[in-house]
């Protein structure tokens, strides 16, 4: 059975940090790209992160770069999102994402809330 579990969410204040965590299982996690969503209140869902399967390429939504960092360890099979300097625009569901030709798996997402 194929899951996508994140965690790591919750409450922080603006300037913080936080690291979402993916854990994978039921599917071949080294041979997926895999990626992170966000969608916040009444805001269309949007690609936040990606990351090719060895980790050797990143790429990022330009209003989080310099900021979040993307990487995956493949014999743990998880995927992670670094989150630095947090804004209240950050506030969002996250989700993480896998991607294979027409294969395409979510997880169940985990609330991010930047306030003060």
């Known amino acids: 059975q194929v899951q996508l579990v994140e965690s790591g969410g919750g409450l922080v204040q603006p300037g913080g940090s936080l690291r979402l965590s993916c854990a994978a299982s039921?599917?071949?996690?080294?041979?997926?790209?895999m990626s992170w969503y966000r969608q916040a209140p009444g805001k269309e869902r949007e690609l936040v992160a990606a990351?090719?399967?060895?980790?050797?390429?990143?790429r990022y939504a330009d209003s989080v770069k310099g900021r979040f960092t993307i990487s995956r360890d493949n014999a743990k099979h998880t995927l992670y999102l670094q989150m630095n300097s947090l804004k209240p625009d950050d506030t969002a569901v996250y989700y993480c994402?896998?991607?294979?030709?027409?294969?395409?798996?979510w997880g169940q997402g985990t609330q991010v809330t930047v306030s003060s």
């Open positions: 990351i090719t399967t060895a980790g050797g390429s990143t």
């Open positions: 994402k896998a991607l294979r030709g027409d294969n395409a798996y």
């Open positions: 039921g599917f071949t996690f080294s041979r997926y790209p």
